[in-house]
């Protein structure tokens, strides 16, 4: 067996772990912020949402734009049918994360876009009681965007100047040290190249 396969298992047994961890603290953080501003009852779309989001989290390195995507759409299903200022980028900040490593920042942007103009026409009826809460909301959430895709794309570099520091390092090991050339098989009596003469 090569090398390189032995620590395949422990990364990718470290990447679910790191998955459910993710996707239990977005569950328990959508609960509880949803009961902090109020939504009752728990059980009435504040805690499906939670467990869908969770579960989506599972599967976001295989496919990360879907998981974005459906997330997405689940708190804009959560919303319409329950008015509540529990935050619309944060419940699905994992994915966008994800996202933004792995597939085209633009698209993520794009999605990212869509859903801060969304939430802040649906949370207009704030400006007329209270306009600096608006604008922190709005401000905000778009903060939090941009933050989560610039980390994104910060750690999808890292990966990638990591993965080519590997490279250099297996091409030093196979060529030897600069101006060397690998060592040759000695001649034998017959000229094939194999073991030396004896002496």
């Not at 009826?125 to 610039?150: K, S």
């Not at 030093?172 to 094939?192: Q, V």
């Amino acid at each position: 067996m090569p090398a390189s396969a032995h620590p395949a298992a422990p990364v990718r047994q470290t990447g679910w772990i790191a998955d459910v961890a993710l996707a239990a603290l977005t569950v328990v953080l959508f609960v509880a912020v949803a009961l902090a501003t109020g939504v009752r009852p728990p059980w009435d779309g504040v805690i499906p949402v939670a467990l869908f989001l969770g579960a989506l989290l599972l599967v976001r390195r295989r496919w990360p734009m879907p998981v974005l995507l459906l997330s997405v759409a689940a708190v804009f299903a959560y919303h319409l049918g329950h008015p509540s200022p529990a935050g619309w980028i944060w419940p699905v900040a994992a994915a966008y994360f994800t996202a933004a490593t792995a597939s085209r920042p633009r698209w993520v942007v794009a999605v990212g876009v869509a859903q801060l103009v969304y939430s802040a026409v649906d949370a207009r009826l704030i400006i007329d009681r209270n306009l600096v809460r608006y604008l922190m909301h709005t401000l905000g959430e778009g903060l939090l965007l941009a933050a989560l895709v610039a980390a994104g794309l910060a750690y999808a570099t890292s990966l990638r100047r990591r993965d080519l520091l590997r490279e250099a390092e297996y091409r030093d090991l196979r060529e030897g040290p600069a101006g060397t050339e690998p060592p040759r098989p000695l001649p034998t009596r017959s000229g094939i190249r194999g073991r030396p003469w004896p002496r």
